[in-house]
């Protein structure tokens, strides 16, 4: 239900003066940020100033709103109050308020619970500036899973035969201050056993217990899963492809040793095997989670996935939780771990679109590096035809299914209590002990990294061998410590890395001497603490020369270690690292570059101890203080904040003061549809007014495609789903009904899909054209609103800058239209469509300034349309017109849209509910009654930023809710046997429709009504 809000303030003004008023209803500016509602005043009046008609807000929910001042049109400043809320509880409500006249900073009243410091203490907030995150707290009873691959612990058994369990050393597992201290975590992923084998039952019972007190809950996989999934399609398909290895490098690397002639030994005989390994590892998963939602409630979980071997579990989950709640309620997480690889590596995998929305599924995307996000921004713009934009915090919005998915990036930390403890142990100081009497004096250059080629350790060596050939007088004074890691992850790969490694090794000595090279390969995954800290102490370089690289601690680690009062060391980074992009002390080289790579070598070896402590002092302090916990920590605060937010933010340098408070006042809850509720006030109403939108409200919108290639708009040409197309088809016939399909298709693409439908109106292209309801498709006729354009002339002056840029545009074209003209970049390459479209907004604006038209730019195509053009024309004609036809005013109103050119819908809505019973003498005039019985549903698709008061997750959704409407939803009897009955009463229909619709009066006299 809904109150009609009149607003009166008392505000002695100076000549030239306005007084505004803004809130966090649709009529209230909030449909334009930047505009705010100018309130009038009469000389009998003043100095009280009123709103010109009352504000629609929702009956007994809080509504925000405060003054302004404008001098000039210009804004002056606001009144020095927190914003007011006002609770409406009777169908009209007067309000009179007193205008607080002293400026005040806009940060005081984008968050109204901040206490007052004085004026102008702080900074005026940027349209990209964050709300402040310190004062946002875990909702009530939330729990944080923490769900991985396999879980960061050990498993043994004792003497005994009793299974023992101890964390490892993961330092995002094992933290001091752990995030856990501030929300219950729990901990979810598969086990192994250090056998090898299979876990009998009685295992999986005893392990299950014993992980119960760690807040671990396992899963168990068959191993043929875990090798098809992990060392199969994990490790041989999208470990090489997300380090940039294409599939025919990736067959050209393998080769015999032993053969003069390279072999291709790469096929796919197996990857099948492998995808169908790796989806059952994600079901598994997702029904394991299930389970354990079900158990404690769906609500304020939070779900952070971990890595790429998870990649379907967002989506998995997501599914999951819709089908048996209707609403998703678990909060996601994904973070990924290892780079995101180039949009044209990515599209060479057979199953990238799954991956791509696998992801997409989750509520944050994070990377450890702006790099990584980067190439998943564009995999997800040419593979899937996403956008993506600015929002509040220096982070990045994908738009998808509806939602939109904050992708962030943010490189985890280590644990410096915990490294500090390692480096005290006594068998630290024993290895440092050791390694110093194996070397001597020779200054020691260290390495540890992973046995695989793309770990670049072969040119570290190669680097290292012209150091001691073209430097001659670090032969005898420097040793190259390397430490090669053998997890048995990539076996293949890690047997032909270590013979080449140890080929180069030999070649070196046997020039140089053993004691240039002290190397040693490691099986497992790292080595202790004991002996990587103990070998960071001693030396004075760490070298990292990884062709392709994610997360990697180590260089942090070593930065720690030689914190004071040790001696500083330091850091010679791949620039292909994503560590090379955190550390700003570091060395960055190129390690494909060999000669330079050795002349880095020696530079850092003869480096001063100032220049290294400098270098140090640069990234100490933020490693010190940046441990796992924090960054944990952070993230869960920018998806609390979004959520409590629940806008985005386009950053613009133009944005206004009252842009920074109305969009803080904007929508901040998300209320789904009641269908229940709806169902009891669609019974009770006798004229009803359905409003559709065609393309992502009753249809879903198609998908770009991985090529962007299609000859067709999103929605154009496709029928219903025959589901949908059976509800609308049963509410036409209901007399009580007036329904409409507002789309943003041509008149020909909406009458081939829902044309026939009897008694169905029409509107196409926006509002431009306009059908009445038929009973017969041939008795249809259109009627185009006239706007006063003259379209010979804008054609004239539009068609050669068209011209121009399609000819410079690969697969664009002109549509022309008899009212109307457009550009479409459909087909064209998404990145220079989009900037061909881009420039061409902006030429077009400027030549036809001269016209009543605008240049819109909606979804691969820029339109020429009139000004006054929007989807709210058509709405206000309908509801305006609907008692003269009908003869009484609507008491059911049911709007549904998807996208921002339905926001308009809503308004006229609104606008309808503010301005009927203000018409004294108009047909138009409603009385209070009336006021009160309508019941008002407007609906947004999907759960994004939007003025409607409700919002269903797709047009399945929608089509259920029609369906319930229609009486045809088998599952619900009820309201299949109310349609029924109401039915058998007759089609009454609009009187006149067949008749008036062709040949009738024009709609002109209607689009002046509606624009009164």
Known sequence: MFSRLNLT?????????????SGSSFLAGVSNPSLLVEMVTTPEEYPLWRTPQPIIVQRNQPHKYIYSLFEGGKFKKWEESSARVIKCDEPSVHQRDEFVGHETDISDYVNPDRQHSGLNTNPKPSSSTSLP????????????????????????????????????????????????TRIPTHWVGTVASNDGKEFTEADEKAITQVLRPMNCTPIFVPLSIIRGSYLGYCKQILWPAFHNVDVLDLASCRWNPHST???????????????????????????????????????????????????????LLSDREKDATQHRQTSIIFFLHIPFPTSQIFRALAHGE?????VLSADIVGFHAFDHARHFLNAGKRLLGLSYQSIKGGLIGVEYDRRTVMVVMSHVGIEPKLLKRHIARKDTEQAVKVIQKKHGNRVIMAGVDVCQKLSGVTLKLLAFERLLTEYPNHRDEVVLVQRCLRPSSRVEDEEHTSAEIKQLVARIQQQFGEGVIDYTEVVGNDLSAPERLALFKCARVLVLTAVREGLNLIPLEYIFARGEPESAGVVLASEFSACSSLLNGAMRINPFDVAKTAGAFAQALTMSEAERSGRRDRDLPYISSRPSALWTYQALLDMWAMKNEASVTHIEETASLANELTHEMTMTDFTPLDVDDMMAAYRHSKSRVILLD?????LEKEGLGKYLKRNMSSASGRKLPQPTYDAVVKLCEDKANTVFIVSGLNDKGLMNAVGAVPGLGLAANNGLAFSWPVEVASERSWE?????????????????????????????????????????????????????????????EVALSAYDVKVQHLRGSLEVVPKRLHKGVVVSTILRTQKERRGCNPDFVFCVGDDASDEQMFSAVYSFLAQAGDQTGSNDEMTQAEMDNIRLYTCMVGKKPTHANFYVNDPSEVAQTLSRMAGTDKKDPADAAAAA??????RGGVDGVGSSSKGGARLESFLARSLM
């Open 354 to 358: 799954e991956l791509l929305q696998g």
């Open 981 to 986: 009955a109401e039915r058998q009463q007759g």
């Open 9 to 21: 303030v008392e505000c002695p003004t100076e000549f030239g003066q306005t007084v505004h008023v």
């Open 694 to 698: 065609y393309g992502g409200s009753l």
């Open 261 to 315: 002639d390279p072999t291709l030994t790469w096929d796919q005989q197996n990857t099948v095997e492998w995808w169908e390994a790796f989806k059952t590892l994600n079901t598994t998963f997702a029904d394991h989670m299930m389970r354990m939602l079900g158990e404690r409630g769906h609500r304020n979980n939070v779900m952070w996935v971990h890595d790429y071997h998870l990649m379907l579990l967002p989506k």
């Open 133 to 180: 995150r310190e004062n946002v707290e875990p909702p009530p009873d939330s729990v944080l899973y923490l769900v991985c691959f396999h879980l960061p612990l050990t498993l043994k058994k004792d003497w005994k035969g009793t299974w023992q369990a101890e964390w490892n050393e993961s330092l995002i597992a094992k933290t001091e201050d752990s995030v856990s």
């Open 784 to 844: 185009v609103f006239d706007y006063g354009v003259d379209w010979d002339e804008v054609k004239t002056a539009a068609l050669p800058l068209l011209q121009k840029f399609t000819a410079h545009t690969n697969g664009a074209n002109i549509k022309m239209r008899d009212s109307g003209l457009a550009w479409s970049y459909y087909s064209t390459d998404p990145e220079w469509g989009q900037t061909q479209a881009k420039q061409l907004h902006g030429e077009l």
